[in-house]
């Protein structure tokens, strides 16, 4: 018989123990001695499948009313006017803070790259440019490995580049994502 000692030590996920208070004479969790049946049972009441519907009833509300809400606050005509003013009250940070990308790009921009790879990312920054007169929404150019990650950094180079919405954008920040 396996027990829960030897299951930990082997770094097994789970065990043979003693029958359950319902009787089942089946494996358990070796996290939290749970019997699997007992679990499954659980999961496949009616109250947990009431609870759930309404979970994502709920979440998708919620996505909804965010979605509805940032679309307003962008198209606020004075958006512009508070973040030039927070610009011009913030100027030295926010020099700074563009400096630092600037520099990261330059450096991050190798030798090698020739005239055609230039225009190649000169046209990411033109489909952007296009796609938002074209959609009326806000598209920006992101490199997919970013160029001052945490856990990579990547080059500023055509097949690092891709065209994406704005808020997909900022909202992926510098984190690396693999799709």
Not at 7 to 18: D, R, V
Not at 34 to 51: G, H, L, P, S, W
Not at 67 to 82: C, S
Not at 91 to 119: G, H, N
Request: with cysteine.
């Amino acid at each position: 018989m396996n027990t829960k000692q030897t299951a930990i030590l082997s770094g097994a996920k789970h065990y043979q123990g003693k029958p359950c208070k319902k009787g089942h004479i089946g494996k358990r969790f070796t996290a939290n001695s749970d019997c699997i049946d007992c679990a499954t049972n659980r999961q496949n009441t009616e109250n947990r499948k009431k609870y759930l519907i309404e979970y994502r009833a709920t979440s998708t509300k919620l996505r909804s009313y965010q979605a509805v809400y940032h679309k307003a606050y962008e198209q606020l005509t004075n958006v512009k006017e508070i973040r030039a003013q927070y610009r011009k009250t913030h100027a030295a940070q926010w020099t700074a803070k563009t400096r630092k990308y600037q520099a990261a790009k330059l450096q991050r921009t190798p030798l090698w790259i020739d005239a055609e790879s230039f225009w190649m990312i000169e046209e990411a920054y033109v489909l952007a440019a296009l796609r938002t007169k074209m959609f009326g929404f806000q598209w920006e150019v992101d490199h997919m490995i970013p160029l001052q990650g945490k856990l990579a950094s990547g080059l500023h180079v055509p097949h690092n580049l891709q065209v994406i919405p704005k808020v997909e954008n900022r909202g992926k920040s510098n984190k690396f994502v693999i799709s």
